[in-house]
């Protein structure tokens, strides 16, 4: 059963020019620390792959805090919620502390895909109830 869907657009350069402001302090409050690795990898091969990156990762933490009906109150804390990719390319959520408790206590598990085009980064999270 759907527990809830989320959805989110970003602005990629709105990213850019946060990351640019406040440095790598941003990145290390939004991305977890197997997201902080390949972040950094493609940041040092293009600086745009890396904000691309990090703005795909913002807009799908966005949707999944919509789908699971808290926002971003706790237990939803940013880090705590990677995607990361399969060999396959395939998006994945890999969940951690409070969170991953809160969403297994509840049975929840959840789908995510990303996208991104020139300006914009967009997310849609499905999350279901495994009763």
């Avoid at 880090?79 to 509840?106: F, H, K, M, Y």
């Avoid at 849609?124 to 009763?131: P, T």
Wanted: hydrophobic fraction near 40%; charged fraction near 30%; charge should be positive.
């Amino acid at each position: 059963m759907i527990h809830g869907i989320g959805t989110d657009i970003c602005d990629i350069r709105r990213i850019e020019a946060t990351l640019a402001r406040r440095g790598d302090r941003f990145a290390e409050k939004v991305l977890g620390p197997d997201e902080l690795r390949v972040f950094h990898a493609r940041r040092a091969r293009s600086e745009a792959r890396g904000v691309r990156y990090l703005a795909t990762r913002f807009s799908a933490k966005e949707a999944f805090s919509k789908a699971i009906g808290l926002g971003l109150r706790l237990p939803m804390r940013l880090p705590d919620c990677q995607i990361l990719n399969e060999a396959s390319g395939r998006p994945v959520l890999r969940l951690s502390g409070d969170l991953a408790t809160w969403c297994g206590e509840r049975g929840l598990t959840g789908q995510v895909t990303m996208s991104d085009e020139s300006d914009y980064a967009v997310s849609f999270v499905v999350m279901q109830e495994a009763r």
